[in-house]
């Protein structure tokens, strides 16, 4: 299965489709992303479609309702978690300003101290 994501205002997406692989194949059996996009135009009489994929070689994350399309990295990004977060620019993913540490312990970002809190429990 294909994925889509229907784009609405500010480029928030608003919901995420399946199409069949064979709707994208042209005569040459080639799959292409513009025939999805005239199916689902033709479908749900929506002009504004992007095709994603779980795992992420099209447009950097798979899309979810809610996200962004940015036009300008072509990629799906997610709504920022904490106002320290910053945004890598090759994954598009938001990173903590301090990693997680990985002593196998479970762990909550902590915005107030802009630090990791391990959880107890």
């Known amino acids: 299965m294909a994925h889509f994501a229907k784009i609405g205002l500010n480029n ?69 978690p904490y106002n320290s977060w910053i945004l890598n620019e090759q994954t598009c993913l938001w990173e903590s300003p301090i990693p997680m540490p990985t002593d196998g312990k479970r762990y909550n970002w902590n915005e107030q101290i802009q630090n990791w809190e391990v959880i107890n429990g």
């Not at 994929?53 to 990295?73: L, M, P």
Request: hydrophobic share 35%; proline share 1%.
């Open 12 to 80: 928030k997406i608003i919901e995420v489709v399946s199409v069949n692989n064979e709707v994208l194949k042209d005569s040459l059996g080639i799959e292409r992303e513009e025939l999805g996009i005239q199916f689902l135009n033709e479908l749900y009489k929506w002009p504004i479609w992007k095709q994603t994929s779980y795992n992420r070689n099209i447009r950097k994350n798979f899309a979810g309702i809610g996200y962004t399309y940015d036009e300008d990295r072509d990629a799906f990004i997610s709504k920022k």
